[in-house]
């Protein structure tokens, strides 16, 4: 597939790419200074128990935020993710209690979450219906699962060398981070570096046109919402382990974040741009925000506010300079010379 063809994913000159690199800076600027303020400002934000717990709650929205990347670069989204962990933990704590081992547990909650993916896949690339619709309908058909398989009940007596997995860290750093940080470096190679990465950016800047240049868009788009269902399952084990509690309403509201981490990292909304460095920085950003707030004690309101706030700003921001560039261009009547 020819270069351009990818959508400009890696050209350098491409002014869409600048303006990438640009927000991407000015992320990482936030980062720094907020991290500093909270440091100096905020009592016990640098201390090393909160810094590790910092990083351990962002474990999840990060595993989701990863393969949420790559959905919405080819212009898709997939708002069931938080669902998808909450009908998995269900079927950890139902199976947990019908007696199966923990180890065959595991990966028969990744694949249900890779199911729920592939129903989401199926419904987007097979019937032709729009991902926002699908997966807002998925949201509520899974997390209705959830609560059909385990009801409110909270299965607790999980096997506690997996639980103390779960918050083991080694320093500050949690061995769930390491996992994080493994699984980043494998998709930013797989977007970033390969010829698959190239025609996920070819498809999410002209769905046509990827196409025409061979693309198997439909086979594409199905695999990506499989691998993030499959994440959100793996969040999920994650998820249930560190709080030593399966629940069907494990994970409620965290779809909200990951959108936020994804869009304020810089992809694009409408696809065809983003990069995976920049959605990492992001969610340490809104990890950053939330625990600073909390730990000045500020009303969890407050805090749903902020996160609203910068999701709002993460859409409007990156497109500001576009929209400007559009109403300055001259209409085609405009490029006409008088006769």
Same mark, same amino acid.
């Given at each position: 597939?020819?270069?351009?063809?990818?959508?400009?994913?890696?050209?350098?000159?491409?002014?869409?790419?600048?303006?990438?690199?640009?927000?991407?800076?000015?992320?990482?600027?936030?980062?720094?200074?907020?991290?500093?303020?909270?440091?100096?400002?905020?009592?016990?934000?640098?201390?090393? !128990?909160?810094?590790?717990?910092?990083?351990?709650?962002?474990?999840?929205?990060?595993?989701?935020?990863?393969?949420? +990347?790559?959905?919405?670069?080819?212009?898709?989204?997939?708002?069931?993710?938080?669902?998808?962990?909450?009908? !998995?933990?269900?079927?950890?704590?139902?199976?947990? *209690?019908?007696?199966?081992?923990?180890?065959?547990?595991?990966?028969?909650?990744?694949?249900?979450?890779?199911? @729920?993916?592939?129903?989401?896949?199926?419904?987007?690339?097979?019937?032709?219906?729009?991902?926002?619709?699908? +997966?807002?309908?998925?949201?509520?058909?899974?997390?209705?699962?959830?609560?059909?398989?385990?009801?409110?009940?909270?299965?607790?007596?999980?096997?506690?060398?997996?639980?103390?997995?779960?918050?083991?860290?080694?320093?500050?750093?949690?061995?769930?981070?390491?996992?994080?940080?493994?699984?980043?470096?494998?998709?930013?190679?797989?977007?970033?570096? =390969?010829?698959?990465?190239?025609?996920?950016?070819?498809?999410?800047?002209?769905?046509?046109?990827?196409?025409?240049?061979?693309?198997?868009?439909?086979?594409?788009?199905?695999?990506?919402?499989?691998? !993030?269902?499959? @994440?959100?399952?793996?969040?999920?084990?994650?998820?249930?382990? %560190?709080?030593?509690?399966?629940?069907?309403?494990?994970?409620?509201?965290?779809?909200?974040?990951?959108?936020?981490?994804?869009?304020?990292?810089?992809?694009?909304?409408?696809?065809?741009?983003?990069?995976?460095?920049?959605?990492?920085?992001?969610?340490?950003?809104?990890?950053?925000?939330?625990?600073?707030?909390?730990?000045?004690?500020?009303?969890?309101?407050?805090? *749903?506010?902020? =996160?609203?706030?910068?999701?709002?700003?993460?859409?409007?921001?990156?497109?500001?300079?576009?929209?400007? %560039?559009?109403?300055?261009?001259? +209409?085609?009547?405009?490029?006409?010379?008088?006769?």
């Amino acid at each position: 597939m020819p270069r351009e063809a990818a959508g400009g994913a890696a050209a350098p000159r491409d002014p869409a790419g600048r303006l990438i690199r640009r927000w991407e800076g000015l992320i990482l600027v936030l980062l720094v200074t907020v991290t500093l303020w909270a440091s100096a400002g905020v009592d016990g934000f640098a201390n090393a !128990s909160n810094v590790s717990f910092l990083l351990l709650d962002t474990t999840e929205i990060a595993l989701m935020a990863l393969t949420m +990347t790559l959905v919405v670069v080819a212009a898709e989204i997939d708002l069931s993710v938080a669902s998808t962990l909450g009908l !998995s933990c269900a079927v950890l704590g139902w199976l947990w *209690n019908a007696g199966l081992a923990i180890e065959l547990i595991m990966p028969i909650c990744l694949l249900t979450g890779a199911l @729920c993916g592939a129903v989401n896949g199926v419904l987007v690339t097979r019937l032709g219906l729009p991902s926002l619709a699908v +997966t807002i309908g998925t949201f509520a058909l899974y997390r209705g699962l959830a609560y059909v398989i385990l009801g409110d009940q909270a299965v607790a007596d999980l096997p506690p060398a997996y639980t103390g997995l779960a918050t083991q860290t080694f320093g500050p750093v949690p061995l769930a981070t390491v996992l994080v940080a493994v699984l980043a470096a494998l998709a930013a190679t797989v977007l970033h570096a =390969t010829g698959l990465g190239r025609s996920i950016f070819a498809l999410g800047a002209n769905e046509e046109a990827a196409h025409f240049a061979g693309v198997r868009v439909k086979r594409i788009k199905f695999w990506l919402f499989v691998a !993030s269902g499959a @994440c959100a399952a793996l969040a999920s084990l994650v998820y249930t382990f %560190r709080y030593a509690s399966a629940r069907a309403d494990n994970g409620v509201g965290l779809e909200l974040a990951v959108v936020a981490a994804v869009l304020l990292g810089g992809v694009s909304i409408f696809g065809g741009r983003g990069t995976l460095p920049g959605v990492l920085m992001a969610v340490l950003l809104l990890g950053v925000v939330r625990n600073a707030l909390i730990l000045a004690d500020v009303a969890n309101e407050v805090l *749903n506010f902020v =996160t609203g706030l910068l999701l709002v700003a993460s859409v409007l921001a990156p497109n500001l300079g576009a929209i400007r %560039r559009r109403r300055h261009l001259p +209409t085609p009547s405009e490029g006409k010379s008088v006769p």
